[in-house]
């Protein structure tokens, strides 16, 4: 199994990035797909995570400014991410729950957004 994230990088505040994290070297089913941050010194958060019916669910801080989307005959997951802020500074982390309830991260792709 191998999850592969993207598109992370250095944004001034108020700009976007969008992420993308895709599932390979395995056939098993998936359920549900999500993004987690962890800024500096701090724990790891759940940022957004969706639903096999699309069901979408935002943390607080992020919400009308992020959206996750899935693709599933592509095995993957986005995170669109406008009017990036300071404070959403982190490493963001996809992670892909099958339909046996396995979870499995992939290896962090770093969002800086400077003042």
């Known amino acids: 199994v191998q999850l592969q994230a993207s598109g992370g990088g250095l944004v001034q505040a108020g700009g976007s990035l969008r992420l993308s994290c895709v599932w390979s070297?395995?056939?098993?089913?998936?359920?549900?797909m999500g993004w987690y941050r962890q800024a500096s010194g701090k724990q790891r958060e759940l940022v957004a995570s969706i639903t096999t019916e699309l069901r979408t669910t935002y943390a607080d801080s992020v919400k009308g400014r992020f959206t996750i989307s899935r693709d599933n005959d592509k095995n993957t997951v986005y995170l669109q991410m406008n009017s990036l802020k300071p404070e959403d500074t982190a490493v963001y982390y996809c992670?892909?729950?099958?339909?046996?309830?396995?979870?499995?991260w992939g290896q962090g792709t770093l969002v800086t957004v400077s003042s």
């Open positions: 992670n892909f729950l099958t339909r046996s309830r396995q979870g499995y």
């Open positions: 070297g395995s056939t098993f089913r998936l359920d549900n």
